[in-house]
C-alpha cells in the first residue's frame, strides 16, 4: 500500500490535534515546543512538495513528455506544473503566515503585548501554514465567526472573548472540509493560482 498521498492530510490534522491537546493538558511544553512544531511542519510540508516535485519529474521522464522535458520550454513547464500542483498550496500559507506573525507580534509590542497569549502567535501561524491557500482565508473567517457567536452567548458585555483556544479546532474543522468537501468543488479550483 503505497502511503504517500495520507502523509500530509494525516499529518495536518494529527499536529493540530497535539497542539490543541497541549494547549488544555500541557501548556509549559506547547510554550517550549511551539516554535520547533511551526519550523519542523513547514520542513515536513516543503519536503514533501519536494519529493512529489521529483517524482513527477521522473514520470515525466519517462513518459511522452520525455523529449521536451530536457529542452528549455520543458522545465518551464515541469516547474510550473510542480510550483501549481505541489508548492502553492503552502508555500503561499508560509508566507502569509510569517507576514501575520511579524506584523501581529510588531503590533502587539507596540500595545504592551495585551492581545495575544506568548505561543499564540505561532499557533495562528501554524493554523494558516497547515490549511494551505486558499484554505486559510475561510479558516479565518471560519475563526472570527465562531468567536462572534461564542461572543453573542457566552460574554458578558464589555468583556473579550479571547481567541486562543479557537486557532487549531477551527484549523482541523477547515482541513477536514477541505478534504472531504471544498476540496472536490469545481468553485474551489477558482481559488487557486
Do not use: C
Request: charged share 10%; no cysteine.
Amino acid at each position: 500500500m503505497n502511503v504517500m498521498p495520507y502523509i500530509i492530510p494525516v499529518s495536518t490534522i494529527v499536529i493540530p490535534s497535539i497542539v490543541f491537546f497541549l494547549q488544555f493538558q500541557k501548556r509549559e511544553l506547547l510554550l517550549k515546543t511551539i516554535k520547533p512544531i511551526f519550523w519542523l511542519t513547514a520542513l515536513l510540508l516543503f519536503s514533501y512538495a519536494g519529493i512529489l516535485s521529483y517524482f513527477q519529474y521522473q514520470a515525466f521522464q519517462s513518459g511522452p513528455l520525455s523529449y521536451t522535458i530536457g529542452t528549455v520550454d520543458g522545465l518551464k513547464y515541469f516547474f510550473s506544473y510542480a510550483r501549481f500542483h505541489f508548492w502553492n498550496t503552502y508555500l503561499v500559507s508560509f508566507i502569509v503566515a510569517l507576514l501575520l506573525f511579524w506584523v501581529s507580534a510588531y503590533l502587539d509590542k507596540k500595545r504592551g503585548q495585551v492581545h495575544f497569549e506568548h505561543d499564540e502567535l505561532y499557533i495562528i501561524a501554524l493554523g494558516i501554514l497547515i490549511t494551505g491557500y486558499p484554505a486559510f482565508l475561510f479558516y479565518i473567517v471560519l475563526v472570527l465567526l465562531l468567536a462572534a457567536i461564542s461572543s453573542a452567548l457566552l460574554v458578558k458585555k464589555n468583556e473579550r472573548l479571547p481567541l486562543y483556544y479557537f486557532w487549531m479546532p477551527s484549523a482541523i474543522i477547515t482541513t477536514l472540509l477541505v478534504a472531504l468537501w471544498a476540496g472536490n468543488q469545481g468553485w474551489w479550483a477558482s481559488f487557486r493560482f
